[in-house]
């Protein structure tokens, strides 16, 4: 897999993703990211009773501990996300790689560009990776310590609706684009020219 740090001859931009300025295709990330909240809120209700974080039969430290574990493991979640990105574009070439925080979003970015096949690693690689390890983890503690694991998975897969999104975007476009990454917005670049 290898980034450029230069546009080849012949590349022109053929599509944007801005998730700050373009208010449709924010909107609908983050509808996609509450709907995907909603859905394995519900199936998660199915699989454990709610009612079981709540738990204190145990006595209210347990309580508080698993409460300070989903808010600590919530935060490093977000962290650990946005770092496996950048690990994937070094592993890519890429030279530097910028991690920040911008209008509601954390991200990892970069001056590079990318083809479609090593970009589609980058983006889906935290919701892969964290996702099954997440999984795992639900069915192997305690009952009481599922809903702390699950919500983390929760966030994982509704916080990955961007990720998913330009996957799914970009994934018809031809088979020679070069993706460049900001973070919080992507330009495409292609010798062919969109269909209108």
Same mark, same amino acid.
């Given at each position: 897999?290898?980034s450029?740090?230069?546009?080849?001859?012949?590349?022109?931009?053929?599509?944007?993703?801005?998730?700050?300025? %373009? *208010?449709?295709?924010?909107?609908?990330? %983050?509808?996609?990211?509450?709907?995907?909240?909603l859905?394995?809120?519900?199936?998660?209700?199915?699989? !454990?009773?709610?009612?079981? =974080?709540?738990?204190?039969?145990?006595?209210?430290?347990?309580? =508080?501990? +698993? !409460?300070?574990? #989903?808010?600590?493991?919530t935060?490093?979640?977000?962290?650990?996300h946005?770092?496996?990105?950048?690990?994937?574009? *070094?592993?890519?070439?890429?030279?530097?790689? *910028?991690?920040?925080?911008?209008g509601?979003? =954390?991200?990892?970015?970069?001056?590079?560009?990318?083809? *479609? $096949?090593?970009? =589609?690693?980058?983006?889906?690689?935290?919701? !892969?990776?964290?996702?099954?390890?997440?999984?795992?983890?639900?069915?192997?503690?305690?009952?009481?310590w599922?809903?702390?694991?699950?919500?983390?998975?929760?966030? %994982?897969?509704?916080?990955?609706?961007?990720?998913?999104? !330009?996957? #799914?975007?970009? $994934?018809?476009?031809?088979?020679?684009?070069?993706?460049?990454?900001?973070?919080?917005?992507? +330009?495409?670049?292609?010798?062919?020219?969109?269909?209108?």
């Open positions: 897999m290898k450029f740090q230069t546009l080849p001859e012949g590349y022109a931009q053929i599509f944007r993703v801005d998730l700050q300025k %373009n *208010k449709k295709q924010a909107y609908l990330v %983050n509808g996609a990211a509450v709907g995907i909240t859905v394995m809120f519900l199936l998660g209700r199915a699989l !454990v009773p709610f009612a079981v =974080f709540f738990d204190i039969s145990g006595g209210m430290k347990p309580f =508080f501990i +698993r !409460v300070l574990a #989903l808010v600590g493991g935060v490093g979640y977000v962290l650990l946005e770092l496996i990105h950048a690990i994937v574009m *070094k592993l890519c070439g890429t030279e530097k790689v *910028k991690l920040g925080f911008s509601g979003y =954390f991200y990892a970015g970069s001056r590079d560009y990318y083809p *479609k $096949a090593p970009y =589609f690693c980058i983006a889906l690689a935290p919701v !892969v990776i964290l996702g099954v390890i997440l999984l795992a983890a639900c069915f192997a503690v305690s009952v009481q599922f809903w702390v694991l699950y919500f983390i998975q929760i966030s %994982n897969i509704s916080g990955a609706a961007g990720d998913i999104y !330009v996957v #799914l975007r970009f $994934a018809p476009m031809p088979a020679d684009i070069l993706i460049r990454d900001h973070g919080t917005s992507m +330009r495409v670049y292609s010798k062919e020219e969109l269909p209108q």
